[in-house]
């Protein structure tokens, strides 16, 4: 156990040391420091001599380690933009997306371990059909488009008249498949409730959740229908399996068998993949963001890219290559931890 | 004695005995989706015969007729079938242009991420050892990354070295470049698996005992067998190499508004939809998902007929 822990800490050690190697990479190639910090007017010898007091003509090595050490010490440098430090701006904008990812991803376990076991057992049903059409549906469409979709429909509302108005049920009918909008599809609202340092928290009121609805739904939406696909396959599999039928002969109740027995190790694949997708989520956030204003990382991100803020850039990657990083070391250290079979020490078999 | 050998059938005799015919005759969502796909593919690169206006052309293009609805919606143009945009160009004309800068995004990139996702695929599986080990970490790290968010820190990084201008002026080229290097990994890692299936085959044995050099034995011996499952993912990584242009396109990191793809069509629309004009937002985004979508069920259909234990999703 200690050994297989060592090896992939060493392993997250090594993949973070790549990923600052590509951003110092990219801080050294995009921009010229110099310009951003003086401007057009001082000239040339003042810039060399500022050149070499910043360090700017070391080696690449020389350089580098001293990134390294800075970013150790969470220490980025300032942001263009903002004008502080980017750590701060970064602090500032996290709470928004990881509670962002928390909804959506409250929504994706709450629905899909259901239908998904709903669907395993009863493959034949109308209603599983319908959802295993419905997912392959809901891959196909981008998660921006169901948002624009879903602001459309809730926020700013349809009027569909097909029905002749002058007769009553025509009027019903009408009013049934409009909607009235009004959902708000914009920013996180005004009513946000103070938690700590940065953290202002959609959660606590009614009027400041709403805010969160559209979103959620849209960032779950594009996992949803691969989470129900996963855990339908992995659960048949699991049904067809020899202990499942032996369960059966002693008699033990269905129920039991599916929730206790079967569900167990149908959910040990789902954990490795939904670590693997927390990255997309992220990725996906960016998108959603972008829909809905949603003043996250992901914005921030964009934001950045337009101002060419190349410091708020790279502390963007490496803090986003951190939260991969860790949460796909936590979910193999699960993995082995609920999974005997995995050989901790030895090679993967 | 004469012994005679039957005739070796040719291409088309084998293919029209296949199991692949076969099986498509008999599945009407396979044959409605084939229809649909080609229908688009053919639309869309008939565009500059197809289409009643070049959106690219500047002197067609009339300000004071933009924002006009669709034809079923009052006051619409009916020279104008499906409503123009902000620009005042015809949206119709606009989509099978967009159409198909998307299928020749999502066509490159997947061309250039079989390539390079095929050959190291062929080198990790075979070779083995080191370079397996090197080969199989690097996809390991890339997919821990997810394609999109790879892509769209490719993008920004692109983007951010060659300036908007030059960005919008190669916008094709980079982004299949983008989008291939972002995806490869998924060909890798299927191209391996079979490889290792196949190396220890008793064929490559001879042909190894033969004299054959390491290169010939990879490309002409063993990649014909694994033909089936790149075969297979191929259609769905068309599928999401045409999302990932519509999701970079709309983020601002792939085509201008000038050379529009779907994904941009979509994204200028949606400065418009707050102001009630749907469409311009709305129809390119259905094309979209349809395109997609077919791609996706017949990906599905080719899964379950060619290789049904290569996925389990």
């Given at each position: 156990m200690i050994a297989f822990l060592i090896k992939r800490l060493f392993h997250a050690l090594l993949v973070m040391f790549i990923i600052s190697v590509i951003s110092f990479a990219i801080q050294d190639n995009l921009g010229d420091p110099i310009q951003q910090m003086v401007g057009q007017s001082v000239p040339e010898s003042e810039r060399a001599t500022l050149r070499e007091e910043l360090g700017l003509n070391d080696p690449f090595l020389v350089q580098y380690l001293r990134f390294a050490k800075n970013a150790l010490q969470f220490d980025f440098g300032y942001s263009y933009f903002f004008n502080e430090p980017t750590t701060e701006v970064i602090l500032r904008h996290l709470p928004a997306t990881l509670e962002l990812v928390a909804a959506a991803t409250f929504l994706i376990v709450t629905l899909s371990v259901p239908i998904g076991v709903y669907s395993a057992i009863k493959p034949r049903s109308?209603?599983?059909?319908?959802?295993?059409?419905?997912?392959?549906?809901?891959?196909?469409?981008?998660?921006?488009?169901?948002?624009?979709?879903?602001?459309?429909?809730?926020?700013?509302?349809?009027?569909?008249?097909?029905?002749?108005?002058?007769?009553?049920?025509?009027?019903?009918?009408?009013?049934?498949?409009?909607?009235?909008?009004?959902?708000?599809?914009?920013?996180?609202?005004?009513?946000?409730?103070?938690?700590?340092?940065?953290?202002?928290?959609?959660?606590?009121?009614?009027?400041?959740?709403?805010?969160?609805?559209?979103?959620?739904?849209?960032?779950?939406?594009?996992?949803?229908?691969?989470?129900?696909?996963?855990?339908?396959?992995?659960?048949?599999?699991?049904?067809?399996?020899?202990?499942?039928?032996?369960?059966?002969?002693?008699?033990?109740?269905?129920?039991?068998?599916?929730?206790?027995?079967?569900?167990?190790?149908?959910?040990?694949?789902?954990?490795?993949?939904?670590?693997?997708?927390?990255?997309?989520?992220?990725?996906?956030?960016?998108?959603?963001?972008?829909?809905?204003?949603?003043?996250?990382?992901?914005?921030?991100?964009?934001?950045?890219?337009?101002?060419?803020?190349?410091?708020?850039?790279?502390?963007?990657?490496?803090?986003?290559?951190?939260?991969?990083?860790?949460?796909?070391?936590?979910?193999?250290?699960?993995?082995?931890?609920?999974?005997?079979?995995?050989?901790?020490?030895?090679?993967?078999? | 004695m004469t012994t005679t050998t039957p005739p070796v059938p040719s291409h088309w005799a084998r293919f029209r005995d296949s199991y692949l015919l076969y099986s498509f005759k008999r599945d009407l969502v396979a044959q409605t989706c084939l229809l649909v796909f080609v229908s688009m593919v053919a639309a869309a690169f008939l565009a500059p015969w197809l289409a009643p206006m070049n959106p690219y052309d500047l002197a067609q293009?009339?300000?004071?007729?933009?924002?006009?609805?669709?034809?079923?919606?009052?006051?619409?143009?009916?020279?104008?079938?499906?409503?123009?945009?902000?620009?005042?160009?015809?949206?119709?004309?606009?989509?099978?242009?967009?159409?198909?800068?998307?299928?020749?995004?999502?066509?490159?990139?997947?061309?250039?991420?079989?390539?390079?996702?095929?050959?190291?695929?062929?080198?990790?599986?075979?070779?083995?050892?080191?370079?397996?080990?090197?080969?199989?970490?690097?996809?390991?790290?890339?997919?821990?990354?997810?394609?999109?968010?790879?892509?769209?820190?490719?993008?920004?990084?692109?983007?951010?070295?060659?300036?908007?201008?030059?960005?919008?002026?190669?916008?094709?080229?980079l982004l299949v470049l983008i989008i291939g290097l972002a995806e490869w990994p998924q060909y890798a890692r299927t191209v391996r698996a079979s490889v290792l299936a196949e190396r220890s085959k008793e064929y490559v044995d001879a042909a190894r005992v033969m004299g054959f050099r390491a290169k010939r034995i990879m490309f002409r011996h063993i990649l014909p067998n694994t033909l089936s499952p790149i075969f297979v993912i191929s259609t769905v990584q068309v599928a999401n190499a045409i999302i990932s242009e519509a999701a970079l396109s709309f983020l601002g990191l792939g085509m201008p508004e000038t050379q529009p793809s779907l994904g941009s069509l979509i994204k200028s629309g949606f400065d418009y939809i707050q102001s009630g004009s749907w469409w311009i937002t709305l129809i390119p985004g259905t094309v979209l998902v349809v395109l997609v979508l077919v791609i996706n069920l017949l990906g599905d259909w080719l899964r379950d007929v060619m290789n049904p234990r290569l996925y389990k999703g």
């Open positions: 109308p209603l599983s059909r319908l959802f295993m059409g419905v997912s392959i549906v809901g891959i196909s469409i981008p998660v921006f488009l169901t948002a624009i979709v879903l602001i459309q429909i809730f926020s700013i509302g349809i009027s569909i008249t097909p029905f002749p108005e002058d007769i009553g049920w025509g009027s019903w009918l009408n009013g049934l498949l409009s909607t009235e909008g009004g959902m708000p599809a914009y920013g996180r609202g005004n009513d946000l409730t103070h938690v700590f340092g940065t953290w202002y928290t959609n959660y606590a009121s009614w009027d400041s959740l709403v805010y969160l609805v559209l979103p959620a739904i849209s960032l779950a939406s594009i996992m949803l229908p691969l989470f129900i696909r996963l855990i339908r396959a992995e659960m048949l599999e699991v049904l067809q399996s020899d202990y499942v039928k032996f369960a059966k002969a002693k008699g033990i109740s269905m129920r039991r068998i599916y929730f206790l027995h079967a569900l167990k190790n149908t959910m040990l694949p789902v954990i490795t993949v939904g670590g693997v997708q927390i990255g997309t989520l992220v990725a996906f956030t960016i998108l959603t963001e972008t829909v809905f204003q949603w003043p996250g990382m992901g914005l921030m991100f964009l934001d950045a890219i337009e101002r060419s803020d190349i410091p708020l850039i790279i502390t963007y990657l490496m803090v986003v290559g951190l939260i991969f990083v860790i949460t796909n070391t936590l979910v193999d250290l699960i993995y082995g931890l609920v999974n005997p079979t995995v050989k901790l020490t030895g090679k993967p078999a | 293009i009339d300000i004071l007729s933009s924002e006009l609805p669709p034809f079923w919606i009052a006051g619409s143009d009916p020279s104008y079938l499906l409503g123009t945009d902000a620009q005042g160009r015809d949206l119709l004309s606009t989509i099978l242009y967009g159409a198909r800068v998307s299928l020749i995004i999502g066509f490159g990139a997947v061309i250039l991420q079989a390539l390079i996702g095929i050959s190291f695929g062929l080198l990790a599986g075979y070779l083995g050892g080191r370079v397996d080990a090197f080969l199989m970490r690097l996809a390991d790290i890339q997919l821990s990354f997810s394609t999109l968010m790879v892509a769209i820190i490719v993008g920004a990084v692109f983007k951010a070295t060659f300036g908007g201008e030059t960005f919008s002026e190669y916008a094709v080229v």
